[in-house]
């Protein structure tokens, strides 16, 4: 099914700012009382803000633990469960003002002290099995990264992708060719003026500076690679927003 790119733009920029899918009450607090260690007793928690050293100081019972405040005073904190499995709980500071600098920061609490888990761009979904699927906006696309929650430590680690789903369409205006493979640069195709491309893939292009390379379907069903000065430069419609 075709989707208009605006609407796509303004869905992908609806999903980076919609609130957090994973807890029982998910907007953030600035206090609350929370048994987090799965001993039966409920340890008070609380953020503050401290302004002359941009970070937020998050505490848990007798815990105390400083993160960098991103040059923003946090809204609160999250209290979510990433694993129903276990009996913890876990707390997240979200920073950041836009959805290019947005950062979760993920916390727990051992009975002693907080202890940083991971930090992921945003936790988009997480529906208390472990796995934690976190959204970043790319300048017309949106990256889903994949991260999971060990059962034991609760520590949460990236899930590597060798390609990551784009699926924008855009039309050329001004011809340019698609390379063979990522390190191979013979053309394959040589894009028409004028024509529909489906932008499938997109890839870390490994060179400093140049972002990503991305995997596009010409109107004859050819793949082949493009780089991101080129479909930004030289096609109409991506959905350049966010």
Same mark, same amino acid.
């Given at each position: 099914?075709?989707?208009?790119?605006?609407?796509?733009?303004?869905?992908?920029?609806?999903?980076?700012?919609?609130?957090?899918?994973?807890?029982?009450?998910?907007?953030?607090?600035?206090?609350?009382?929370?048994?987090?260690?799965?001993?039966?007793?409920?340890?008070?928690?609380?953020?503050?803000?401290?302004?002359?050293?941009?970070?937020?100081?998050?505490?848990?019972?007798?815990?105390?633990?400083?993160?960098?405040?991103?040059?923003?005073?946090?809204?609160?904190?999250?209290?979510?469960?990433?694993?129903?499995?276990?009996?913890? =709980?876990?707390?997240?500071?979200?920073?950041?003002?836009?959805?290019?600098? /947005?950062?979760?920061?993920?916390?727990?609490?051992?009975?002693?002290?907080? =202890?940083?888990?991971?930090?992921?761009?945003?936790?988009?979904?997480?529906?208390?099995?472990?796995?934690?699927?976190?959204?970043?906006? /790319?300048?017309?696309?949106?990256?889903?990264?994949?991260?999971?929650?060990?059962?034991?430590?609760?520590?949460?680690?990236?899930?590597? /992708?060798?390609?990551?789903?784009?699926?924008?369409?855009?039309?050329? =205006?001004?011809?340019?060719?698609?390379?063979?493979?990522?390190?191979?640069?013979?053309?394959?195709?040589?894009?028409?003026?004028?024509?529909?491309?489906?932008?499938?893939?997109?890839?870390?292009?490994?060179? =400093?500076?140049?972002?990503?390379?991305?995997?596009?379907?010409?109107?004859?069903?050819?793949?082949?690679?493009?780089?991101?000065?080129?479909?930004?430069?030289?096609?109409?419609?991506?959905?350049?927003?966010?």
């Amino acid at each position: 099914m075709k989707t208009n790119a605006s609407v796509l733009a303004v869905m992908t920029c609806s999903l980076l700012t919609a609130p957090l899918a994973i807890a029982d009450d998910t907007a953030p607090v600035k206090s609350a009382s929370v048994d987090l260690n799965g001993d039966g007793t409920p340890e008070a928690v609380s953020i503050q803000f401290d302004e002359p050293k941009n970070e937020f100081i998050l505490k848990a019972g007798s815990a105390t633990i400083r993160g960098p405040g991103d040059d923003n005073e946090p809204a609160g904190v999250f209290i979510v469960d990433l694993d129903s499995r276990d009996k913890r =709980k876990e707390l997240v500071v979200r920073t950041g003002q836009t959805d290019y600098d /947005q950062r979760s920061y993920i916390y727990g609490f051992d009975g002693k002290a907080l =202890k940083l888990l991971g930090t992921v761009p945003a936790l988009t979904e997480a529906k208390g099995n472990g796995i934690i699927l976190s959204d970043s906006w /790319q300048g017309f696309w949106n990256r889903r990264d994949k991260y999971v929650v060990d059962a034991k430590t609760g520590k949460v680690s990236e899930v590597p /992708q060798d390609l990551y789903a784009v699926g924008v369409e855009a039309t050329v =205006k001004q011809s340019f060719p698609l390379a063979r493979s990522r390190t191979d640069k013979s053309v394959v195709a040589t894009l028409a003026q004028g024509s529909k491309i489906q932008v499938l893939a997109a890839a870390p292009s490994g060179r =400093k500076g140049e972002g990503y390379l991305y995997l596009v379907k010409s109107s004859t069903g050819l793949l082949g690679w493009a780089t991101a000065k080129d479909l930004t430069g030289k096609t109409d419609g991506l959905p350049l927003a966010g």
